[in-house]
């Protein structure tokens, strides 16, 4: 039968096969920061509250991607690993069970939307009009969002078969189909309502579920190695288990994320909107950076799990190499960037003199740590393939919980907004400190066994 034949992930050589698997969803993920920052830009053309009120809204946006990210973390790394065990029965399971759970993540949101995004703005600022285009944007953003969670979905599933390609041409198709939109939406181009900062909400989920549907139809005409029938979306508890044994500390790991982001936004708004504006332009340029970077780990998971569980220690180290060298290149070429071009960065966004004033040192500080962050990021990936996606998630939560966010507010005290950026390269070395202590234990229980 075909299915039993082995996998490119088992018999392709090591950097060929990284690349392969990688380069699409590196490409995919640019085009995603890109439209992350046209939307911003579009957005800043409205005025700098416009601009306030969506990077204020990044938390929550944040949470989404955790609950989606995550839950699909867990499912390639089950689903890979079945693969290399020859157990397709399972891998369908993996697959049906997955979808539910994503279903019931929109059905979280949609609560969220509904209830909790007023609130949520509220607890930040009192200022009427970034209140009232934060309120609108983010409703719009959760209640609509079956759309990102379809495409997670069905976007991980190509993934976790090697078929990276194909999520390249989802998420590329999203994008673009969003970067058209924002000015036409935003502005009322062309004869359409001018819908100002809804427009960018309305973009931004008319692209997700483009990219949702396309994702669902590719895996029903090209996915042979999952099979998706309507009899199999049955809960399996023992799969949901498995899933959210290396899910949950994954969605953790970037849920954290969110509360870091909320907490440095009460920090930096007490200085001023400006302060809180800054960040949000700094997380839509340095997604430049680390998208490529997360691309690649899309594309290392499903070779470590399934080289894991096939017993191929050489194949599996080699990867491991490879991904360290490659994050390393592309944080070298982001620090370079953000220390000598940061005016012409911030000046994309319509920036004041006064966003100059607090942007430009901010960048440049920040950059630092990216000398440290792609060893992390790498190992971290290492972590969720074994199915040690906890130890990802204490370093996450020393980082930016324990380090971060006190390092942040002490230095705050002192009156100076271009003190608090300094928190990150602090937050990063003492990151470094705690995943080399992980990868050591990692390679004395797991690794060095790899294959006996």
Known sequence: MEQTKENK????????????MSL?????????????????????????????????????????????????????????????????????????????????????FVAVGIFGVAPFY????????ILRFGTDYLTIVCCCSFGIFMQFTFERLLQATGKTFYTMLTQGAGAIINIILDPILIFGLGGMPKMGVKGAAVATVIGQIIAGFLALYINFKKNEEVKIRKEGLRPDGEIIGQIYAVGIPSMIMQAIGSLMTYGMNLILISFSSTAAAVFGVYF????????????????LVPILAYNFGAGKKDRFLKTVKLGILYAFIAMIIGLAVFNLIPERLLLMFDASETMLAIGVPALRT????YLLAGFCIICGTVFQALGRAVYSMIVSIARQLVV???????????????????AFPIAELMSLFMTVFFMF????????????
């Open 9 to 20: 992930m088992g018999t392709m050589p090591v950097n060929r096969l990284l690349v392969t």
């Open 284 to 299: 839509k340029l340095q997604s430049f950076v680390f998208m490529p970077i997360f691309g690649m780990n899309n594309g």
């Open 122 to 129: 509220r607890s930040q600022t009192d200022d009427a009009e």
């Open 441 to 452: 234990r990692i390679n004395r229980q797991i690794i060095r066994h790899i294959g006996d």
């Open 404 to 422: 971060l966010l006190p390092a942040a507010y002490l230095l705050s005290l002192a009156g100076n907004v271009n003190y608090v950026w300094w």
């Open 24 to 108: 699409p969803m590196v490409i995919s993920m640019l085009v995603q920061a890109l439209y992350n920052v046209v939307d911003s830009i579009f957005v800043a053309k409205i005025n700098e509250n416009a601009l306030t009120a969506v990077s204020l809204a990044f938390p929550i946006q944040s949470l989404m991607i955790a609950a989606a990210a995550g839950t699909c973390v867990g499912i390639n790394a089950v689903l890979s690993r079945s693969l290399g065990e020859k157990d397709f029965e399972k891998v369908n399971k993996c697959a049906c069970n997955g979808i539910i759970l994503m279903a019931a993540s929109f059905l979280l």
């Open 366 to 369: 920040i950059s630092i740590s």
